[in-house]
């Protein structure tokens, strides 16, 4: 009598993206992934990436799809990821990758950071690795700095760290979601993808920007301010702050040779329309990645208010709102299929 061994094995998880209050700009090492400077970041709530992994003896390659159509383009950043799943579990298998977003991918709304980590969880499950949260938050790290991050909730620090292997460049949550709830309005300006991913502008502009050294010194002030107020919670002090970053991270990119400007006209319209709402006494600040999004981070009771002013900005194509929300998760595969 034969045996068959089951040698599928699969697992899926969901996780939100996070957007940086205090930016990640700049690599300190290409191969781990090891940044710079610092960051802090929010993670959101109803924006996700669902995705399944299920590795298989019987396949020859790895597979991606992403939002129902085989996606190429990711193949080899999915497969460096599942490199180091199968590294870590000390197995060759390949594996298909099933992965849906319910926001656009590419454009400046971090599906990296929710991409990333929902693999890196769906495949340590599937692989029955066990690893820590702070173990994937690693992982995650070296498929997409910002991935680190959205292994946590609410608000979460990644560290510079300091080994060379990078082991302590792992992000920590900082507090609760349920602790400060804060609301974010995203203004979709446009649903294209960037021209020009976070890699190579963060490597142009280590290699031109003349703000590279000041942007790397002044970091640290940055993340202990904001640190001091989330922890007493106070509103104006982190807008100040978020403020600083965002577009000292942008003033930084800009100069690079040439120029990275990943604003579009409607991006400048919804910064001033954050900025006149916030003149007038709304708890609002704005903050935006690389991409011509703008998120404005409010209070939960000016929400509805920030929201329906920025869907008057011309340009802004719509407004998705969303509150802060919790770590990545596994869920059932039978969850991603109805997605
Ligand atoms: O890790 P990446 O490649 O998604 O880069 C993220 C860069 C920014 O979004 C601009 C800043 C940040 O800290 O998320």
Redesign the pocket.
């Known amino acids: 009598m034969s045996t068959t061994l089951d040698v599928s094995r699969r697992a899926a998880a969901q996780a939100q993206p996070n957007i940086?209050l205090i930016?990640?700009?700049g690599k300190r090492d290409l191969r781990l992934n090891l940044p710079v400077v610092g960051?802090l970041?929010i993670t959101l709530d109803t924006l996700w990436t669902r995705t399944e992994v299920r590795f298989d003896d019987a396949l020859s390659a790895d597979t991606m799809t992403l939002n129902g159509k085989v996606d190429a383009k990711q193949l080899k950043r999915t497969s460096a990821c599942l490199d180091l799943l199968r590294a870590r579990a000390g197995v060759t298998s390949r594996a298909e990758v099933i992965s849906e977003n319910n926001f656009p991918t590419g454009a400046g709304l971090?599906s990296?950071?929710s991409g990333f980590a929902a693999m890196i969880m769906a495949g340590d499950a599937a692989l029955g690795l066990k690893l820590t949260p702070a173990e994937q938050s690693v992982l995650a790290r070296r498929c997409?700095?910002?991935?680190a991050r959205s292994i946590f909730g609410g608000y979460v620090e990644w560290a510079h760290g300091q080994q060379a292997d990078g082991e302590d460049s792992v992000a920590t949550p900082l507090l609760e979601a349920s602790a400060w709830p804060l609301s974010v309005a995203v203004a979709i300006t446009s649903t294209a993808e960037k021209a020009i991913g976070?890699?190579v502008g963060m490597n142009r502009t280590a290699d031109t920007s003349p703000y590279q050294q000041a942007w790397i010194d002044s970091q640290d002030a940055d993340l202990a301010e904001a640190r001091a107020a989330i922890a007493a919670r106070d509103f104006e002090r982190l807008a100040d702050i978020s403020e600083h970053s965002c577009l000292k991270?942008h003033a930084l990119a800009l100069a690079a040779k040439p120029g990275l400007l990943y604003w579009n006209a409607a991006t400048v319209a919804a910064m001033h329309c954050v900025r006149s709402l916030r003149a007038k006494g709304v708890p609002v600040f704005f903050t935006i990645?690389?991409g011509p999004q703008l998120k404005a981070v409010c209070l939960p009771s000016a929400a509805a208010a920030v929201a329906a002013a920025l869907r008057e900005v011309p340009g802004v194509l719509n407004v998705v709102e969303t509150g802060l929300g919790g770590p990545a998760r596994l869920i059932a595969v039978a969850d991603l299929a109805a997605a």
């Open positions: 940086a930016k990640y700009w960051s970041s971090a990296s950071a997409s700095g910002s991935a976070s890699t991270m990645d690389a």
